[in-house]
């Protein structure tokens, strides 16, 4: 499965396809999704529309009214924000959302480790826990 317009890409992993397509192919949205649909039935698969959504941003952050937009895909949600490979991704491109997200959930992660001192977990343990959820989600698409 690839791309049928030059400039438009495909970032396939596991079961989870990205479509990305510049503004300048915009109007080559609705035939990339027929092709996919196509490629999809050709190999005994179907789309699954449910699980399918669309999102639309701009890289110079500009926020843009409605009007502005280009029509919405049918049968694929619009949504303002997705998460890739456990990257929280909005519209606008901030990592704001992402890094909120991802403080909340380590906050937890350390109450979790005081419950666990307070029980008597060794020092060299509470070390190794923290490193292997604290440290790990963190460092998690850090290089991206």
């Not at 990339?32 to 110079?60: C, G, M, T």
């Not at 926020?63 to 049968?75: K, T």
């Not at 979790?112 to 989600?137: M, Y």
Request: include cysteine; hydrophobic fraction near 40%; aromatic fraction near 4%.
């Amino acid at each position: 499965m690839r791309p049928i317009t030059d400039g438009n890409e495909m970032v396939k992993y596991a079961d989870d396809t990205y479509h990305i397509i510049p503004e300048v192919n915009s109007a080559s949205c609705e035939d990339e999704l027929r092709h996919i649909d196509q490629w999809a039935v050709h190999n005994n698969l179907r789309l699954n529309y449910r699980k399918s959504v669309e999102i639309v941003s701009d890289a110079r952050g500009r926020h843009r009214c409605a009007a502005e937009q280009p029509a919405s895909l049918p049968n694929i949600e619009r949504v303002c924000s997705i998460k890739i490979l456990g990257v929280t991704i909005n519209n606008q491109l901030p990592m704001s959302g992402h890094i909120t997200a991802l403080l909340r959930s380590c906050a937890k992660m350390l109450y979790g480790l005081r419950v666990l001192r307070a029980h008597g977990f060794s020092q060299d343990c509470l070390e190794q826990v923290f490193r292997s959820t604290v440290l790990a989600k963190l460092l998690h698409a850090s290089p991206a």
